[in-house]
């Protein structure tokens, strides 16, 4: 899957796959690899990275600042976070307004602010 089709394979999860917008913002919040990420849900961050082949530990850094920006959300499950991703278009849209692409590095902004969260 190349990447264009990954943030559209996110759209078609929200029934958004025509929408041109929803891949836009998914590619503001998310970069190709966190959306991969976000492609496997739902799962604890044991079954993700055994999933993804990508070690516990960096699973769950990258899955705490998806959670921060608003691309995941959490719930228990016997004792264990489960992660999942947005249920409606809306929520990933709200997600997109604390997010600010800048050359280096990633932001969290208020929106309106230009200081940091």
Known sequence: MNTGDIYRELSRRLMMENSE???SIWRAVCDEREARLVAALPGTAAELSERMG?????????????????????????GETLYRMPEHARSAANASRYVRCTPSSWAMRRPGSERPV
């Open 21 to 23: 917008l929803i891949p």
């Open 54 to 78: 990508i070690g516990s530990e960096e699973i769950r850094e990258m899955l705490a600042g998806l959670f921060q920006k608003g691309a995941v959300f959490e719930s228990a499950r016997d």
